[in-house]
């Protein structure tokens, strides 16, 4: 049976993700029996600042044709932040995407969050196949992203959470990874 890939824009989204579909499944909330772990692959694509060219969605998406082309996929998701940007904005960067990616497909564009849209590679051909695209977006009220949500949802004290969200930033700047701090720690 084909895997699934979601593409999320940061491996800490990834294990989000993973986390609430476990708890969901748990409650019988959400029947998981239809998205195995193991039959979902992740990939992470960093946001792109240029919503109208998203070089590292773009790069993404490109990078797996030939997956695709063996069978090995049958559906694509990717889940994204709001950030600053409208559902409509985002909707129009992932076809942006997906039409940079594959110029040489039949694309059914994504049409809202959730439907799928689809790519059709090699139209016409013996050597045909499909894949199926989603979307989603993450944040609160339409806006935002993960970490917004999180904090919305928090319940209970959280000191250890607290304690990381207080010192995240600095640790990452005094260790030269300035590039891993989220846009929610930056100025």
């Known amino acids: 049976m084909p895997k699934r890939i979601l593409i999320v824009e940061h491996d800490n989204d990834r294990h989000t993700l993973e986390a609430i579909l476990r708890h969901m499944a748990s409650m019988d909330k959400f029947k998981v029996a239809s998205l195995p772990a193991e039959e979902v692959e992740w990939h992470s694509s960093t946001a792109d600042p240029n919503p109208a060219k998203p070089t590292t969605l773009i790069k993404t998406l490109k990078s797996l044709v030939n997956d695709f082309k063996k069978g090995s996929y049958d559906r694509l998701g990717i889940v994204m932040d709001f950030d600053d940007r409208t559902t409509e904005e985002r909707l129009q960067m992932i076809n942006a ?6 110029e040489d497909c039949i694309f059914e564009r994504v049409s809202g969050v959730n439907p ?22 993450t944040g609160l009220s339409g806006k935002g992203e993960m970490e917004d949500l999180l904090k919305a949802i928090k319940a209970k004290p959280s000191p250890l959470a607290d304690c990381v969200e207080a010192k ?10 300035n590039e891993l701090i989220p846009s929610c720690f930056q100025g």
Not at 97 to 102: D, M, R
Not at 119 to 131: A, D, L, S, T, Y
């Open 168 to 177: 995240l930033a600095d640790c990452l700047r005094e260790s030269g990874a």
């Open 116 to 137: 799928f849209g689809k790519v059709v590679f090699q139209k016409g051909r013996p050597e045909e196949f499909e894949i199926r695209i989603a979307c989603h977006f």
């Open 97 to 102: 995407a997906i039409e940079q990616a594959y």
